[in-house]
């Protein structure tokens, strides 16, 4: 969809700060400030280490329960501030691709029988149940060399971009759009896991 690695990565730094900071202003340990512009944006790490102030005076600390007493800022052990938004790894990602809970002989069990191509039972990805969805996609996936647009006729499922997130079939988590619609980028390098 036109995002680099690097912008997604970015991406979640950015998100990580504002997601905290809309968390301390909702629990009154920080004020708006909306003339934040460069080194005055919020920061979780500078938050974390006493280095970002804010508006001055105006963002009360908690109660230091250290020897030195006073007030401190918010760190992770407080339960407020949320970890670092991240791009998952390929491991990560792939597993919750697949979604190969469909293949665990008992419910409950961890042990996963057979390897699957598809998050879901089948070597196609044709619908394979009879009705008015057989014979649709079930991801949109780009074939060889082309685009995402399927094949040409009434077969084609029009996604030559990205279709929407409920268009096809979830995998066995429950995720949508795991398989084919966009390319997806993964905290560490590609190494294929898969026979797929």
Not at 110 to 138: C, L, N
């Amino acid at each position: 969809v036109g995002v680099s690695w690097l912008q997604a990565s970015e991406y979640c730094k950015w998100r990580t700060d504002r997601v905290n900071e809309m968390l301390l202003i909702k629990k009154g340990y920080l004020s708006t400030n909306p003339d934040q512009i460069n080194e005055d944006n919020f920061n979780t790490e500078a938050y974390m280490t006493g280095l970002y102030q804010g508006k001055a005076g105006t963002n009360p600390g908690i109660e230091n329960l250290g020897p030195e007493g006073g007030t401190r800022n918010l760190n992770m052990s407080d339960g407020v501030l949320l970890p670092e938004y991240r791009l998952p790894t390929e491991a990560e990602w792939e597993y919750a691709a697949l979604g190969l809970r469909g293949n665990m002989p008992l419910q409950g069990e961890e042990v996963i029988s057979d390897r699957r191509i598809y998050p879901w039972d089948g070597a196609t990805f044709r619908y394979q149940k009879h009705g008015k969805q057989q014979g649709w996609f079930m991801a949109n996936f780009m074939r060889g060399r082309g685009d995402y647009m399927g094949v040409a006729g009434a077969l084609n499922d029009n996604a030559e971009i990205t279709s929407d997130v409920y268009a096809n079939f979830p995998n066995d988590f429950g995720l949508f759009n795991m398989s084919g619609n966009v390319n997806e980028w993964v905290q560490d390098v590609y190494r294929p896991l898969t026979e797929a």
